[in-house]
């Protein structure tokens, strides 16, 4: 896999080669970066939301794009599910300071 741009993660700033082989929750795991997720990258409960900052991102998935129609008032502007979401260049997202709800209960 050769880098396509910067992954940089808010609030700490930290970065990271982002690849488009992989999706968001995958960079978090290949740097041992805690982040949350309780389907295992399935599209299922939604507790690794992210908003995207900046960055040009891969589309809405049908499984993320499911989860979206189902609990929309989950979901703010800008958010993607890490587990669903692949970077395209250099990306910038936020992680949010509390973890999130899983949609599922």
Not at 30 to 36: A, C, L, Q, Y
Not at 39 to 67: K, M, N, Q, Y
Request: glycine letters at 8%.
């Amino acid at each position: 896999m050769k880098p396509i741009g910067t992954l940089t993660w808010l609030p700490d700033g930290q970065s990271q080669p982002a690849y488009e082989e992989l999706t968001v929750l995958s960079h978090a795991m290949n740097v041992d970066r805690d982040h949350p997720q309780a389907c295992g990258g399935h599209a299922e409960c939604g507790t690794c939301r992210i908003r995207i900052v900046s960055g040009d991102v891969s589309p809405v998935f049908p499984d993320e794009r499911l989860l979206m129609e189902d609990f929309p008032e989950s979901f703010r502007p800008g958010e993607r599910l890490a587990c669903q979401v692949r970077p395209r260049g250099d990306v910038v997202v936020q992680v949010p300071p509390d973890g999130l709800p899983d949609l599922r209960d």
